[in-house]
């Protein structure tokens, strides 16, 4: 069955930089598009960052564009989520989920989600 | 990138029927096959209800269905029972490649 694993969250202070991870299996990795999705606390899910199966594409919300990147390793199945420049209302679950095909068009598996809390 | 719009809540009684409502423009949800619904328990992560307007995964009661008119698409839950009391979202694909979610919408079972 489709298991996504996250994990790397944790406290960060304002400016700092932290990088989720997100282990794939039960399906064909390298044949999904995968996205990040967060939600804070008390609040709706808000779409974070596409990538292509292929990694030759990716997308970005506006309220992350420039300082979070997203990226996988396909020989490793996992996917990724570099974040820079972190703030406060960044605060939030971070779910990793796939997308049944290989360029993006929605989710249909979701992992258990990694908390990020940033906070001096 | 602006949010879908739903109602914040809705109730219903046991056995009733209630719809939810998701509007987007013809950018997202009025240009697109692909709109999506996901139910999400406290604490918990989403599960896909509705899939491409109006398909079910297996495993999902058929007591789901999914519409879609114009910009606006539409959740509708039948024979309402306590176990469907949860938070519901819609998504759509967006004309720039990118996703988007309503806001949510409580379902209150009375």
């Known amino acids: 069955q489709v298991q996504l694993v996250e994990s790397g969250g944790g406290v960060v202070q304002p400016g700092g930089s932290l990088r989720l991870s997100c282990a794939a299996s039960?399906?064909?990795?390298?044949?999904?598009?995968m996205h990040w999705v967060r939600q804070a606390p008390g609040k709706g899910l808000e779409w974070v960052a596409l990538i292509w199966y292929d990694g030759s594409n990716n997308y970005y919300a506006d309220s992350v564009k420039g300082r979070f990147a997203i990226s996988r390793d396909n020989s490793k199945n996992t996917l990724y989520l570099q974040m820079s420049s972190l703030r406060a209302d960044d605060t939030a679950v971070y779910y990793c989920?796939?997308?049944?095909?290989?360029?993006?068009?929605?989710?249909?598996?979701w992992g258990q989600g990694t908390l990020v809390s940033v906070s001096s | 990138q602006s949010a879908l719009t739903q109602p914040a809540s809705v109730s219903g009684s046991p056995g009733q029927s209630i719809t939810i409502s998701c509007t987007g423009t013809?950018?997202?949800?009025?240009?697109?096959?692909?709109v999506s619904w996901y139910q999400q328990y406290p604490g918990k992560a989403p599960k896909l209800m509705i899939y491409?307007?109006?398909y079910r995964p297996s495993g999902v009661s058929n007591r789901f269905s999914g519409s879609k008119s114009g910009n606006t698409a539409s959740l509708t839950i039948s024979g309402l029972q306590a176990e469907d009391e949860a938070d519901y979202y819609c998504?759509?694909?967006?004309?720039?490649?990118?996703?988007?979610f309503g806001g949510g919408t409580r379902l209150t079972v009375l």
């Open positions: 998504s759509s694909y967006t004309s720039v490649n990118t996703g988007v």
């Open positions: 039960g399906f064909t990795f390298s044949t999904h598009a």
């Open positions: 989920a796939r997308d049944p095909h290989m360029a993006g068009t929605t989710i249909d598996y």
């Open positions: 491409e307007v109006s």
């Open positions: 013809s950018s997202d949800v009025g240009g697109y096959k692909y």
